[in-house]
């Protein structure tokens, strides 16, 4: 039977400015007890990445989810991979257009593009092809990351520049994704997409599925009524494409 460890405890005579130490005494109580939300949240405050402190940080969410400290580390979190975004964004600007989008071995040769390998795309497209009709058509970026052909970090990084360039071109020649629509209208920002489009591809590369919206509301980037909304004014617009 596994002891239990109090982070507190843990936590006694270590030097407060002695952040490995804290982080391996963490790390031994989370080894004798994974159900430990405060000792989660200190590996996440302890941790060198934003990735590292975004997965630790979740995994105290959804153990304590009304704990204020959490959700407050959280939100430092979410506020860093917004900056460290724009950062990366003010340095994405290419001379040239990007390839047009209008069909999937276009989309294939932009990941391609941006470092991609062939095979794995082509792959990947021979998967989606095959999907079954009745069911929900798997996108590329999706299927390279669910089998660990590309990280979720290089493709949410590759999908937003594309989104960024599709928005700034102000272009509606065909219907949008739900994420690059919400930012044409002003619902949420191109950072804010980058946090849930990451968020959604972990969520894939663990073996689930959650929609965009679902994500964004979990991470309380759009309220429930603004989605509703928004999904409205996308069906509205997409049946002016048709006729």
């Known amino acids: 039977m596994m002891r239990h460890i109090t982070v507190q405890k843990a936590l006694t005579n270590l030097p407060s400015t002695d952040r490995d130490a804290v982080f ?3 790390m031994d109580v989370v080894r004798a007890n994974p159900g430990h939300a405060q000792a989660w949240l200190y590996l996440g405050l302890c941790s060198d990445t934003l990735a ?3 997965d630790c940080l979740e995994r105290a969410l959804r ?3 009304l704990d204020p400290s959490i959700h407050a580390a959280m ?10 975004m724009r950062t990366l964004l003010s340095g994405c600007r290419p001379l040239a257009a990007p390839p ?3 069909a999937p071995k276009h989309i294939g040769t932009y990941f391609q593009a941006y470092g991609v390998e062939d095979e794995y795309i082509q792959q990947a497209l021979r998967i989606q092809r095959t999907a079954p009709l009745s069911g929900r058509r798997p996108l590329l970026g999706e299927i390279l990351v669910a089998q660990g052909w590309i990280s979720p970090e290089r493709a949410a990084q590759l999908l ?3 989104t960024q360039l599709r928005v700034e071109a102000g272009t509606f020649e065909r219907p949008v994704m739900l994420g690059e629509f919400l930012v044409r ?3 949420i920002s191109i950072e804010q997409l980058h946090t849930a489009m990451l968020a959604q591809l972990r969520i894939i590369q663990a073996g689930s599925y959650c929609r965009l919206g679902e994500v964004l509301l979990n991470e309380h980037q759009i309220t429930e009524a ?3 909304q928004a999904l409205h004014q996308q069906e509205e617009e997409y049946k002016t494409l048709l006729y």
Request: charged share 25%; proline share 6%; aromatic share 4%.
């Open 100 to 102: 047009p989008m209008h």
């Open 52 to 54: 590292q402190r975004r």
């Open 24 to 26: 391996t005494t963490m």
């Open 226 to 228: 603004q989605l509703k």
């Open 160 to 162: 937003i520049h594309q």
């Open 185 to 187: 209208k002003g619902y």
């Open 75 to 84: 939100h430092e979190v979410q506020e860093q991979e917004a900056a460290a």
């Open 63 to 65: 153990l304590d989810p």
